[in-house]
């Protein structure tokens, strides 16, 4: 018997991850060099992996509060006010999530009814249109465009707003463009986002990872704190990962909704990830700016790179991910990937992964050792040399 057919469309009608397919084929492979996954290469600093050692020593392994623990609320709240002199009611306007992706997937579900439209410029990160389809929405993917930087604009975005459009999701800096945008830009937006009523769901899970000029969050703008959920978390910045931990922001109403959800499918964050999360908004800056100064130093390597194959690539500005433009080899952006993982040992993940506007495009992560990323890149040109199609 078949049981495939007892499943629920809605699940069947969503493909799977098109980044996971790549790195398990080079899981079962020797000598690959991965430029797929977004996974840093730098361990978590020892002073965070420390504290959550001494709370565990301590005894601190139960459940906590299902917004997230007291101190990492407050912490979360003091880094807002800090560095986007924003204000964040601890007990009512900050969740602490399992990851920035449940925070993805509690913001769409808290704000979605069945048959919503949601606005998702692309190439955009693999989750955000599916959670939209798993909540009964339909995602309305815009194509930001590499004249323009892969940057949005009302522009762009206008001509697909409808009656039943209810939210904007972005993320910037972008996964897997590298791309920003200015505080220019985001007020653009936000006049957009006021005009059509919109909800605004920003994934800024990148924010401390911008290599030119200074992350603009969108909450911070004029009159957009209360229409924005703003996400993040600590996997990027701090090489955490595998402890995951992020959070949600937003007025009452929303994070109320969204912590009634993480009530009944999460509980809670993981203690000791927590624990970890308070010491790096404490303690783990320098640390960080130590991580973000190495991929610099990679993403300015990788991005010469390609451009002496003489592939057309747009310098990234944010993020760890460089996503030139492969048309030029005859393959397909999937052929491109699979022909060269299979030839050159070389893992990266082709653009029609994060959408149909990623077309002759390959997604490359720089989230790896100087010495891997030049012998990719050596691999790669040798492949461009020897194996066009």
């Known amino acids: 018997m078949s049981w495939s057919d007892r499943l629920s469309d809605t699940v069947n009608s969503i493909a799977p991850s098109g980044i996971r397919k790549f790195f398990d084929i080079a899981a079962k492979m020797e000598d690959v060099i991965s430029l797929g996954v977004g996974e840093p290469d730098f361990v978590t600093p020892w002073t965070i992996r420390e504290s959550c050692v001494y709370g565990l020593e301590r005894g601190y392994t139960s459940y906590t509060a299902n917004r997230g623990t007291p101190e990492l609320r407050d912490e979360i709240s003091k880094f807002y006010k800090r560095r986007h002199n924003l204000n964040y009611d601890v007990d009512k306007e900050i969740l602490v999530t399992v990851g920035a992706s449940e925070a993805v997937d509690l913001a769409v579900r808290a704000i979605i009814n069945p048959g919503d439209e949601v606005l998702i410029p692309e190439p955009c990160y693999v989750s955000y249109q599916a959670c939209v389809i798993l909540a009964g929405g339909v995602p309305v993917p815009v194509a930001a465009k590499i004249e323009n930087e892969f940057r949005i604009t009302p522009e762009e975005l206008e001509p697909f707003v409808t009656p039943k459009t209810k939210a904007l999701l972005i993320g910037y800096p972008n996964n897997p463009t590298g791309a920003i945008m200015t505080r220019e830009d985001l007020l653009k937006i936000a006049d957009f986002a006021e005009k059509h009523d919109l909800i605004v769901i920003s994934d800024e899970i990148y924010s401390e990872l911008t290599y030119e000029g200074t992350h603009e969050c969108f909450a911070a703008l004029p009159k957009m704190k209360d229409r924005t959920i703003l996400l993040n978390g600590f996997s990027k910045a701090y090489a955490m990962t595998g402890w995951r931990v992020g959070y949600a922001l937003g007025n009452p109403e929303f994070i109320g909704a ?103 495009h390959v997604r490359c992560s720089y989230a790896t050792a100087i010495d891997k990323i030049s012998e990719a890149l050596a691999r790669i040109e040798n492949f461009l040399k020897n194996h066009k199609k």
Do not use: N, W
């Open 258 to 360: 969204m912590t009634k959800i993480h009530q009944y499918t999460m509980l809670c964050a993981p203690i000791t990830a927590q624990i970890g999360a308070v010491e790096a908004l404490r303690h783990g800056e320098k640390y960080m700016k130590k991580m973000v100064a190495e991929y610099d130093r990679r993403r300015k390597l990788i991005y010469d790179g390609f451009k002496k194959m003489g592939l057309k690539c747009f310098e990234p500005k944010g993020a760890f991910y460089i996503f030139p433009d492969i048309s030029s080899s005859g393959y397909t952006a999937e052929e491109f990937a699979e022909e060269l993982i299979m030839k050159e040992h070389v893992a990266l993940v082709p653009g029609t992964a994060f959408g149909k506007s990623g077309k002759g």
